[in-house]
């Protein structure tokens, strides 16, 4: 996560996830460089799991020049204090559902080849393509017995989608 100033008055410092380690120790918030006010910190190690059921948003994933995951944060109420890292994902749909709650920061990073290897390796293993059905309509019977036509307070089965007003402007004549 790299830290610069911020380029306004209320906004004290921006956040911006610029990388993911791989294999990493534990960490929180451990600095790593400092170049100036600019100081990239190890935020938090989570872990990146994999699901079966989403292999096709992974190869969309994969599909991207160059291949990214995302990072999804939650801002901290104090803007000097830096965002919680909630999670990574590799599913693009996923990063997008975050994205239209819009309570947490998504943001896109670039895949290590490391991390592309394994992402391919697992849809090469556990993605099965789906093969397209086209859905046929059923053929209703329009002569079919209609259950819960017209109002059940008409007693005849003459019109049973006369309304009830019609019927006691009869009885009134």
């Known amino acids: 996560m790299r830290r610069l100033p911020g380029v306004t008055k209320w906004q004290k410092w921006t956040w911006k996830p610029v990388a993911v380690l791989p294999g990493s ?10 170049d100036g006010d600019a100081v990239e910190y190890h935020a938090a190690t989570p872990h990146l799991e994999l699901f079966r059921g989403e292999t096709e948003a992974y190869l969309v994933a994969l599909s991207d020049h160059p291949p990214c995951v995302y990072v999804i944060m ?21 990063a997008q559902d975050y994205c239209d709650t819009g309570e947490e920061i998504v943001e896109k990073v670039v895949m290590p080849e490391a991390l592309v290897a394994w992402v391919r390796g697992f849809v090469e293993t556990h993605h099965e393509e789906e093969v397209f059905v086209k859905r ?12 819960g036509i017209g109002d059940a307070r008409i007693a005849q089965t003459s019109d049973v ?12 004549n």
């Not at 046929?136 to 259950?147: H, I, L, Q, T």
């Not at 989608?161 to 009134?172: D, F, G, K, T, V």
């Open 161 to 172: 989608y006369r309304s009830p007003h019609s019927i006691r402007r009869e009885r009134l």
């Open 25 to 34: 120790a534990d960490a929180d918030w451990s600095e790593l460089r400092r």
């Open 136 to 147: 046929k309509r059923n053929r209703a019977a329009v002569d079919a017995f209609e259950d």
């Open 74 to 94: 939650r801002p901290s109420d104090d803007n000097a204090q830096p965002p919680e890292v909630l999670m990574v994902t590799a599913s693009p749909y996923e």
